[in-house]
């Protein structure tokens, strides 16, 4: 969801498979708007080594081992798709290898999720949730004080 | 954890009495430097009116439903100190009265970890680790390939 937030397209899981993830993905893009893919992958490292050998794609791995994001993002193309993998304490040390950006935001450990959200907005910056996320049957309106949604499904 | 590697300088937890989330902070803090405190409130909102009253803080509640932080961020004052209220679907409706600014980092549904990393990245700026986490046992060393730690309690 927060990939989703951020700018993503797709988000693919790997590891335990986990079908009510999938569920909630998709169901929160149906109510709230855009085209945002999720599928599962059962080999993560083979898909992962195929998109690498086709140059054809970014390989960005968030690492708290990695170079400072502030100092790295600049040098990360816009031009072509890239795959952000982030993960738990197992991922491979060939990710290492495959990534062409192995990049940390900050040394200090936090969470794999606060580092998504922090690299996708320092690289994308600001979404324009109008154009991003059509089609939304709910629709939250900036309040100072309050929740104001706005419900289009409503029959 | 997040809020630490973003420059917070304690976590308060309300809700759910979890010591073991606690000892998770303090250890971290024990290992990777810094002076973060961490303890549980009881009474989170008697607490926070309290605060509300004193003056002496601003308090900042995080929710999707809040103003645009991009547009919000500049006119919260750094000059006092700031209390960030985030959390589940549980919030009071009282906090959003209590709160100072109530901010959305985007209006989509995601996660509260990550709207806190992007609010105190974007509030506070990059954070200084080597004058942040002073004292620590083990320092990671940004690296292009791999993970290099050092480790200063070896004996």
């Known amino acids: ?51 690498s050998k086709s140059g054809e794609i970014t390989i960005v791995h968030l690492t708290m081992y990695g170079q400072n994001w502030t100092t790295s993002v600049p040098s990360i193309s816009t031009d072509k798709p890239a795959v952000v993998v982030v993960g738990g304490t197992k991922v491979p040390a ?19 999720v606060a580092a998504l ?18 089609g939304a049957q709910m629709k939250v309106i900036p309040s100072t004080k309050g929740k104001v949604v706005i419900n289009s499904d409503e029959d």
């Open 94 to 112: 060939e990710v290492f290898h495959l990534a062409d950006h192995n990049i940390s935001v900050g040394n200090q450990p936090h969470s794999e």
């Open 117 to 134: 959200a922090v690299f996708l907005d320092s690289w994308l910056g600001s979404i324009d949730e109008e154009s991003k996320f059509t």
């Open 1 to 51: 969801m927060t990939a989703r937030a951020f700018g993503a397209d797709e988000v693919i899981l790997a590891g335990d498979r986990d079908p009510s993830a999938l569920e909630t993905w998709d169901s929160v893009t149906e109510r709230f708007g855009g085209d945002f893919q999720s599928r599962f992958e059962e080999s993560p490292m083979s898909w992962l080594r195929k998109e």
